[in-house]
């Protein structure tokens, strides 16, 4: 049901479908999707990346594109290559090292200020995509900030391996959006990590919400509703971060 509401609120919006060279891996490029709304494009375009199991055009990533777009962001998902194979093999892979996954961040980052020269981008991104953004910002890449939706701070139930010692050169306002329920890092843990954030990191905590905000029954909320209202947190943080 998520993937097919997601499906009909991207149908009569404007979608180009791009491919972006990449070298050092076995994929000689990776494919990206550019969703637009249909007039007004916002001044900040969102280059979104997928998590470690979530091909871009997952349920999920396409409902949440789907929530952005309609709310005025052109929004850009890309593959790494490890799910560009995925993809065509039709089997699942495991992600593929941080240095060839940067490197294909930074190219899909330079081809989306290639297509929109003239917006600020915002590198947002679903657990590892949204980690892999954090690390070629921290490494002076060209974007104005950063959205992250449920960071991957630590594995499961192994709080001792936290991934957020690159958090102090990271000077680009942030929004973090993190489930209470999320295995991956809960909002004290996440709360505390930011305490050593370089620039100005906002988090915004979705209460039940588990890594992919899905909440307990009991909360009576569809998954869909839960999405739509994290996507107007982003709304209003960037048009509080970026008064036009």
Known sequence: MLGELARLALTDMPRSELSIPITGAQVASVAAVLDAPDANARASAILFA??????????WMESMAAQLV????????????YMQR???????LPPDRAPLLEATHESALAELRRLRPKQRV????????GRMGTLIAAKGADCAGLVLFSYPLHPPRQPDKERSEHFAALAQPALFLQGTRDEFGGP???RAALRRYGGRATLSVVE???HSFAVPKSM?????ATLADVSQRVDAWERATWPE
Do not use: I, N, W
């Open 188 to 190: 004290d843990e996440l």
């Open 208 to 210: 039940g919400g588990d």
């Open 50 to 59: 997928h998590g470690a199991g979530v091909d871009m055009l997952a349920p």
């Open 122 to 129: 915002l590198l947002a991104g679903k657990s590892l995509g």
């Open 220 to 224: 009576r909320l569809t998954l869909e």
């Open 70 to 81: 309609a709310r005025g962001f052109e929004v850009m998902r890309f593959r790494y290559p």
């Open 86 to 92: 995925a993809h065509a093999e039709q089997r699942t």
